[in-house]
């Protein structure tokens, strides 16, 4: 075999149809597009028309609310936390922040912060430091096993509280 024999398979390439090209090739005149109107053009941008009646989207009334400023918080088990160290995943001894986390893919990615959520039992002692926060029962049981958990208070994001005098 010499690289000037190589082919593709039979059958599995397939030439685009060239449009616009005659009457005689099928796919001339209108370029199989059918006959005038807006959807025969390129641009066509009517997803929620309805002829000119009211659309759907405007007859339902508006429901909630959607903060903004929200924080969205990866939760974290105990139960999780304690299989992790259990799977050796996680070394208990080092200190732990929500990097480490992320590196042993006991979560996914951090998001705005890490929430440890106190469902489940936590055996091992570890030193936790995260900045989404804990319940009091995730708190109790990380001390009750002899660990510490450091709560980071994140700065503020947006423009800053501090008056400033600007002389000119």
Known sequence: ??????????????????????????????????????????????????????????RLPKRGFNNNF???????????????????????????????????????RKQDGVKLLGNGELKAKVNLTLTGGATKAAIAAVEKAGGKLELIKQRPQGPSTGKTAVKF
């Open 1 to 58: 075999m010499k690289l000037n024999e190589l082919a593709p398979k039979e059958g599995s390439v397939k030439e685009r149809t060239r449009v616009g090209r005659g009457e005689g090739s099928g796919k001339g005149k209108t370029s199989g597009k059918g006959q005038k109107g807006q959807k025969s053009r390129s641009g066509v941008s009517i997803k929620g028309f309805e002829g000119g009646q009211m659309p759907l989207y405007r």
């Open 70 to 108: 929200a924080k969205n918080y990866v939760e974290l088990t105990l139960a999780r936390l304690q299989a992790a160290i259990d799977s050796k995943l996680i070394d208990p001894k080092k200190a732990l922040d929500e990097d480490a986390l992320v590196a042993a893919k006991v979560i996914r």
